[in-house]
């Protein structure tokens, strides 16, 4: 691989490439691939456009496996029998060319059995593209929502959160650098054959110091996943993923999307259903109804009452994600009480007494039994 990437640096190769495929890549992308390659050996590969044009058949449209903002990624099959999945980065605009860098600058560097593995890339003629594993399942979202979640039976959701978890702690605390990924969401969690969950699309992530606590940044991410101090003044902190993740953790319990304009607008924002039904000692109504009873309650409650943790409005107030592993394997009890939903629900919350849970449905505590009044106190106060 090295080899190979030597070659098309060597000046006389590079002639040759101009001729036959007009290449074109400026010498700050040279001297960033030498970089790249020199420092990860045969881990990472250079692809030729060419072999990336026949892996998917010219980038036909049917091979598309999903769109984001900045390009579409499709199915590919290499001349070895690989199978992988190809992002085509718009490269028109300045951020496409920025997440080309940011994504083979992290991923070729990180290693984790929840993460998204970069195989390696191509930067040829104005072509910018990625190569990564193929994921056979797709992404959380398209599992969750389009497919029907009923198709995702309780120990499978339990294991992609639990999954998606390490990922994220190996990110901000494991991983020889602190990043912070900033667009977490299901449609970048992707699921392998087994529904093991991988967390990808690096183009948002910053890389800080390891001294580095917070960064000043623009506001970058997908509404509905924000962190409510990062959207109104671009404070970023890992406790923002934090926030994100416990968003996702609300969608994959109740198989709902975070927002969903076609119900009743008190219902429209998940994360305001969970708190509300929180306060009223009802949060196992969240459970996706889909899955009948088949779900084990008490691991239900827990994710659910790590996921209000983790959307606190106050980021200091939410656990790291070593700690909501932690809580997420349920050996020990749970201490720590949601108190504080973000602010933006608090004008149109309306407060409920607090009523036990229906005999019906499974009785889980949350630990205390005090946690529907000091929330109630909570909006009273602000
Ligand atoms: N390795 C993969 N295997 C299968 N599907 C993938 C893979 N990578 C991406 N996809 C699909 O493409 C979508 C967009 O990919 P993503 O990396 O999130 O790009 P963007 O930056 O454009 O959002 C994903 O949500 C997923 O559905
Ligand atoms: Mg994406």
New binding site residues.
């Given amino acids: 691989m090295l080899k190979l990437f030597t070659c098309c640096l060597s000046p006389h190769c590079q002639e040759q490439q101009q001729q036959a495929h007009s290449v074109s890549i400026t010498t700050t992308e040279r001297s960033f691939f030498e970089d790249i390659i020199g420092s990860k050996g045969g881990l990472f590969r250079i692809f030729r456009l060419a072999e990336l044009k026949d892996a998917t058949d010219n980038f036909r449209s049917r091979n598309i ?9 499709f ?1 590919g099959v290499l001349t070895d029998g690989t199978q ?2 190809v ?1 085509k ?1 718009s490269v028109q605009s300045h951020q496409g060319k920025r ?1 080309f860098r940011t994504e083979v600058t992290l991923l070729s560097t990180l290693r984790h059995v929840n993460l ?1 593995r970069l195989l390696g890339c191509c930067a040829e003629q104005s072509e910018r593209l ?1 190569v ?8 959380l ?2 599992t969750l929502f389009k497919t029907g979640s009923k198709n995702l039976g309780w120990p499978l959701r339990r294991e992609i959160i639990i999954g998606a978890a390490k990922g994220l702690q190996y990110l901000h605390e494991d991983s020889r650098h602190h990043i912070i990924h900033r ?1 977490i969401k299901a ?2 969690i ?1 699921l392998d054959e087994k529904f093991h969950a ?1 967390i ?2 690096f ?1 948002l992530a910053r890389l800080l110091d390891m001294s580095q606590t917070h960064l000043s940044t623009g506001v970058a991410g997908t509404f509905g996943y924000l962190a409510p101090e990062y959207a109104s003044s671009g404070n970023l902190t890992d406790k923002a993923d934090v926030y994100s993740f416990g968003i996702v953790m609300l969608e994959v319990v109740s198989g709902r999307k975070n927002y969903n304009p076609n119900v009743r607008p008190e219902d429209q924002l998940l994360l305001k259903v969970a708190w509300r039904l929180y306060t009223q000692g009802k949060l196992l109504d969240l459970v996706d109804r889909r899955m009948g009873d088949q779900y084990v309650p008490w691991e239900a409650a827990r994710i659910l009452h790590v996921a209000l943790l983790c959307t606190q409005a106050a980021q200091s107030l939410r656990p790291s994600m070593s700690k909501v592993v932690y809580l997420l394997h349920g050996r020990s009890e749970i201490s720590e009480v949601p108190t504080k939903p973000p602010s933006v629900f608090v004008e149109s919350f309306e407060m409920q007494p607090h009523k036990p849970q229906s005999r019906k449905r499974p009785s889980v505590t949350l630990t205390s039994s005090s946690n529907a009044s000091m929330v109630s106190s909570i909006f009273s106060e602000t």
């Fill in positions: 496996l999903g769109r984001g903002a900045f390009g579409e990624v199915k992988v999945a992002k980065l997440q998204v990625l990564y594993e193929y994921h056979l399942n797709g992404s979202d398209q667009d449609s970048n992707l991988r990808s699309d183009g």
